[in-house]
């Protein structure tokens, strides 16, 4: 099922989490200064729409602000520091939309995942967003984004209006229904949590065809052992550490 479609063994999730503020410019050449191939991003609309780089519903952790993402208009998410709540070195850094986001990852020479937020009501605007800047922003050059969720609807809707675009199945634990479901979205990838993967469910993903994946390992003693079982690719918000324990290891390239 995944034919030539191939993931890096480390993604930095949401950029570099641990090192530089998440979903950010800065995040996204931090994670590409350690070394990292890959990046995992979040995608979810604003109150008008336009489709933004931002994990959480809401805007109280990074931005200070109680107030949902979907109910704040662009406009006034780009005024607010989305940076400063990590280190005041990275005072400034803004909310990017996914079009600028899409650049300065492509600038940099990375491939993306793009996790799909659930939305409330905005499934086919998201999706029809998503498709929109990666027309517009993203290098031909490189290989297509990934695009993932836990959301269902949401990557059946990917998988109708973007079919060129590859798809990753989301799902906390390997429970049953997972391969029907990866079947019917025609996915590539499963990526489940860390703490529910074992060996033995790697090699029911891997049986299936799929290329396997894990989310979030920092750990780098827990990451070789998952190579050592066989996981494709790890997310990782500690890129350095992790990547060092690739490149040691026997299947360092």
């Known amino acids: ?3 030539d479609f191939r993931l890096p063994p480390v993604i930095g999730h949401r950029g570099a989490a641990a090192i530089a503020p998440e979903n950010t410019l800065a995040g996204f050449a931090t994670a590409a200064r350690l070394g990292v191939a890959w990046v995992e991003i979040d995608a979810r609309l604003t109150a008008d729409g336009r489709c933004v780089v ?7 952790r990074v931005a ?3 107030a949902r993402v979907d109910d704040v208009t662009l406009s006034v998410l780009s005024g607010l520091d989305a940076g400063l709540w990590f280190d005041s070195a990275f005072a400034g850094q803004r909310v990017p939309t996914l079009d600028a986001a899409l650049v300065a990852i492509g600038g940099l020479g990375l491939g993306v995942n793009i996790e799909l937020k659930r939305c409330r009501g905005g499934e086919a605007r998201l999706v029809e967003e998503v ?6 922003s993203w290098p031909p050059r490189l290989s297509p984004p990934l695009i993932s ?3 269902g609807p949401l990557l059946a809707r990917a998988r109708d209006m973007v079919p060129r675009l590859p798809r990753a ?3 906390g634990r390997l429970a049953g229904g997972w ?5 019917r979205l025609a996915c590539v990838a499963v990526h489940c949590r860390e703490t529910q993967v074992t060996a033995a469910r790697i090699s029911r993903i891997k049986a299936a065809g799929y290329t396997a994946a894990a989310f979030v390992v920092d750990d780098p003693g827990r990451a070789r052992e998952l190579w050592d079982w066989g996981i494709d690719t790890v997310f990782t918000d500690s890129p350095g550490p992790v ?5 040691a290891g026997s299947g360092a390239s």
């Open 169 to 171: 199945l989301i799902i």
């Open 243 to 247: 990547l060092a324990a690739w490149r």
């Open 54 to 60: 931002f994990h959480d519903e809401t805007l109280e």
């Open 131 to 136: 498709a929109g800047a990666v027309s517009r």
């Open 179 to 183: 391969r029907a479901a990866a079947a």
């Open 1 to 3: 099922m995944t034919g």
């Open 64 to 66: 200070g602000l109680p």
């Open 149 to 151: 969720s836990f959301d």
